[in-house]
């Protein structure tokens, strides 16, 4: 089986299966179960994962990776790059068009002026477009951003329908592919303006410059389609499971429901199977309560490492840090790049006592582990709480609450020590960490003004000179122990027989089914 895996940096939120159920005529079918249905298919806007999904198979760009994970010409021939890596000419295959909803034909032709119009639409204030980020690189970007400059500025040009230029203020060594993105997709202006404001939001709103196209979109799902080749699949339809939601994805494969299914069992199985972690498990200290002491958190963050036991369940391993493993910063593997972020805690009873000056027993009465029911980390969290017993006579309770309950806590900060399942939810190392200042949300109450100020240039940063800013930061958070990694919890995409050539990754999210074949 050939199959390719591509971590890009952001999330696989939605859970979900694959079946070969049938839609309609389609002979080789593809059913994706989503959570939500997809209800915006505009490419510079989409964020949400199944619109996400949907938007990768609906619409091409000018390149695209294939299933051996290489950059291979879409909708253009070639391309060039200026030495000085600042200067992308790409030259457009002629005779390209839109397709309209069931594959009608439309007198829409794909040129180069319609990539001009889709960066502009990008870096539009009033697009509030999440790939503008991305594309920080482009000459003027900013400045048209905040309206200083027209978006006739933009480093974004045509020379003629078939020749596209982009201008860069500086080299970004991930540009290319980052071209594969949604908002890259080309937008045709005078179909735009004609749906006035609906664009992407309905069927007739809609046009596919990808391989598949609309062949229905209701509120049961959204069903893509193209003409049938081969073993190619023909026909992706995106529902929700509304039938099978009892079942295992063993189940569902082995009752013939799914062609693959993501699994949190870590049961044994005869299924091929992809394996990696979007969550990592961490001590989280709220800093605004009796742990507001760096030292004290690093006593308790030293015997708790040294104490903290994997589960044999099969479900957790060793976290070597706060960002999973596999996630990319302008296409650089991020832990790669990072390297071992865990801080150097040589002597936590010296720091303990040094801590404990001037404070009471008393001080540590409403202490407790929080964590949520059902986490399966329940005797983990004793264990760590039983040797912070023995080695600093501090007797706190574990404390287990319903999800619900637990989330709410987190959110009001009524919590001491919580045990969080920190999630890559949107693949994005910069979200990660982002959670961890006031303006994401301020979990763990942490303040820290390099933290901060490093993390806000990290936004306007690309390739290697992001990814150390982000790993800059991960170090001064774990070195300050306000989060913990103790456990990176496993998934897998369970496969049935007769699947090649789909493009995975659990972070972007992405699920390319360009060159799938059953």
Known sequence: MKLHIRFFAAAFAAAFVFSLTGCGSGSNSFTWFVDDIPSNLDPQVASNASDVIACENLYSGLVRKNSSGQLVPALCERWEISSDKRTYTFYLKSGLTYTAAKGTATDYAITAEDFVFAFRRMFRAETASPYAV?????????????????????????????????????????????????????????????????????????????????????????????????????????????????????????????????????????????????????????????????????????????????????????????????????????????????????????????????????????????????????????????????QFSLFFSVEEVPQEDFEKRLTDGDYTIALVPVSAESGSVYSILNQFTAQGGGLANYSNSLYSTQLSASASATGSTRAALLADCERQLLSDCAAVPLFSQQKRLLLANGIKNLIFDPFGPVLDLTETTL
């Open 134 to 390: 991305e594309f920080s690189a482009i000459e003027n970007s900013s400045a048209v951003l905040s309206g200083q400059m027209p978006e006739s500025s933009l480093g974004v040009s045509a020379h003629g329908d078939t020749t596209l230029v982009f201008q860069l203020s500086a080299p970004d060594e991930n540009f290319l592919s980052k071209l594969t993105l949604p908002g890259a997709m080309p937008c045709d202006e005078g179909f735009f303006d004609s749906t006035r404001g609906t664009y992407g939001l309905t069927t007739a709103s809609t046009l596919s410059s990808g391989s598949f196209y609309i062949y229905n979109w209701t509120a049961s799902g959204l069903f893509l389609r193209r003409e049938p080749s081969g073993s190619l699949v023909d026909s992706l339809r995106l529902v929700q499971n509304t039938n099978a939601s009892g079942q295992s994805a063993a189940q569902l494969l082995a009752n013939e429901k799914c062609s693959a299914a993501l699994d949190t069992s870590g049961e044994k199985t005869s299924y091929q199977s992809i394996s990696y972690s979007d969550t990592t498990w961490s001590l989280v200290f709220n800093c605004n309560s009796v742990f507001a002491s760096t030292e004290l958190r690093q006593a308790l963050a030293g015997v708790a490492r040294s104490a903290a036991e994997v589960p044999d369940s099969g479900l957790f391993a060793p976290a070597s840090g706060l960002i999973p493993d596999g996630l990319t910063v302008d296409g650089i593997d991020y832990r790669d790049a990072a390297g071992d972020p865990a801080p150097s805690i040589p002597d936590p009873k010296q720091l303990y006592m040094t801590a404990r000056q001037g404070m009471a027993n008393s001080d540590f009465n409403k202490v407790t582990l929080l964590l949520p029911a059902d986490s399966g980390l329940t005797q983990a969290a004793e264990t760590i709480n039983g040797e912070w017993q023995k």
